[in-house]
């Protein structure tokens, strides 16, 4: 009875070893990623774990966790806390532990970062947390890939890109402690996830309506080297409402909008394409040729952004506000460019801006675009032109299914589309980033290849 009361007062109880969010890593805000940042939210005034990390059976290493208060309403205050775990090996796994009063409330272990040279693999998802079985097959053979780190091409939660929203239709789905094809994966914890702006994740700009809305802003831990000007997505509201979100929110609003980063051999520049930018605007174009121009001497150059510029589905069919960055995309010698938007998966073939260049928008509107039909991702693994693919069938509800038996119907650019619940996974070596789509049974979809 003693050794109960004593373990009573001393031992954290169940309801207090529980997290609202529980611990998922991020890429923080360095340009070149190299250590990680451990993010977790957690109601105000409790004790605040201790973060412990190690490789190997090396000795365990803390590291400092700060915090940032949300307080907006229709969710009750909680905070974000966020440790930086620095001095990891490259390219290999590590462990890490939380500790409260002495007690381990959490462990795992995760992926750092590659460096140049080493070999590296990623998760592609887009257009995820619709909450579906689709989605929770997706997540649970993505997370038996054991990627790297996984980039998510917008729209990451639906419907409005809430607290709420995340909270029920995306942590769920990827931080299953046990895994199955019908509740998910655990993605989140041991691989670094990155996300770009979405329609969906904007959703509510109103912050009267939803004053939680935005929270991508405050959610996501990614490098904040955006473009200065940008002014957008503009949150709206009483300025009770606004002030609380960008208290939360901090530096990371508005220029987390766009960013770079560069993972080993992969230079990655993120693009804002929502229906609110000016893809014309000058200072937005100079930045995103900067971007690219930080990258060129990276084996490979990828731009995730949401609204694809070449797709087949009827649905969507006037978002092609993206082919404006074709040539932009060309001159900085782009490698592949990732888009979601469209609820299913579909490959171009290598895309060439041709005659276009310079073009008025009702000329990049037709579809008469160069194509290098030769490519194959088989026999022929050098492209001459952007491979461009839609990646959006991650969870949500699927578009146009019935046009995948019916390519006679597909636009002239389209070679591959499949219309079922799926993601894909990309391996790249210095000399070649080999890409295959799996669906949410774990069977093969499409798989090709670029070589040097």
């Known amino acids: 009875m003693i050794l109960g009361l004593i373990a009573s007062l001393v031992l954290p109880s169940a309801n207090d070893l529980g997290f609202l969010v529980e611990p998922y890593l991020q890429i923080g805000n360095q340009a070149e990623v190299k250590d990680l940042t451990l993010v977790w939210h957690d109601r105000p005034n409790r004790p605040v774990p201790v973060v412990e990390y190690r490789q190997g059976l090396g000795q365990w290493q803390k590291a400092k966790s700060t915090s940032q208060a949300v307080a907006t309403a229709k969710v009750q205050p909680f905070e974000i806390f966020s440790a930086r775990l620095s001095g990891l090996t490259p390219g290999s796994r590590f462990q890490y532990r939380l500790i409260t009063q002495g007690v381990e409330v959490f462990s795992y272990w995760g992926f750092t970062p590659p460096a140049k040279s080493q070999s590296q693999r990623f998760a592609v998802i887009g257009d995820c947390g619709g909450a579906s079985l689709g989605q929770a097959g997706v997540a649970y053979y993505a997370s038996k890939e054991k990627p790297h780190y996984l980039v998510i091409p917008g729209d990451i939660v639906y419907d409005d890109g809430t607290v709420r929203d995340y909270r029920a239709r995306f942590f769920p789905f990827y931080q299953r402690g046990v895994p199955s094809q019908r509740r998910g994966g655990n993605l989140l914890h041991f691989a670094p996830t990155i996300g770009v702006l979405g329609n969906h994740d904007i959703g509510s700009r109103n912050l009267d309506r939803d004053p939680d809305g935005l929270a991508y802003f405050y959610t996501f831990f990614q490098p904040l080297n955006g473009w200065s000007g940008a002014t957008e997505p503009a949150a709206t509201g009483s300025q009770i409402n606004v002030q609380a979100f960008k208290s939360a929110a901090g530096a990371n609003y508005p220029v987390m909008a766009n960013f770079w980063t560069r993972i080993g051999d992969v230079h990655w520049v993120m693009v804002d394409v929502n229906h609110y930018v000016n893809l014309r605007e000058e200072g937005l174009r100079s930045w995103i040729k900067d971007a690219l121009a930080r990258g060129q001497d ?83 693994t050098k492209p001459q032109g952007i491979i461009t693919i839609v990646n959006g069938a991650g969870g949500a509800r699927l578009y146009d299914p019935q046009l995948a038996d019916q390519p006679n119907q597909w636009k002239p650019f389209t070679t591959v589309y499949k219309a079922v619940f799926s993601f894909g996974i990309v391996d790249v070596t210095p000399q070649r980033l080999s890409y295959r789509q799996i669906d949410q049974n774990g069977e093969l979809l499409d798989e090709w290849a670029i070589t040097r």
């Open 298 to 380: 990276a084996k490979w150059r990828i731009v995730m952004l949401h609204h694809p510029p070449f797709h087949s589905s009827p649905r969507h069919a006037e978002a092609k506000q993206s082919r404006l960055l074709m040539e932009i995309f060309e001159d900085a010698k782009v490698d592949l460019v990732i888009a979601g938007h469209v609820h299913n998966y579909q490959r171009n073939f290598p895309i060439s801006v041709g005659d276009k260049r310079g073009a008025r928008a009702e000329v990049l509107n037709r579809d008469d675009w160069t194509l290098d039909k030769s490519f194959d991702g088989k026999t022929n």
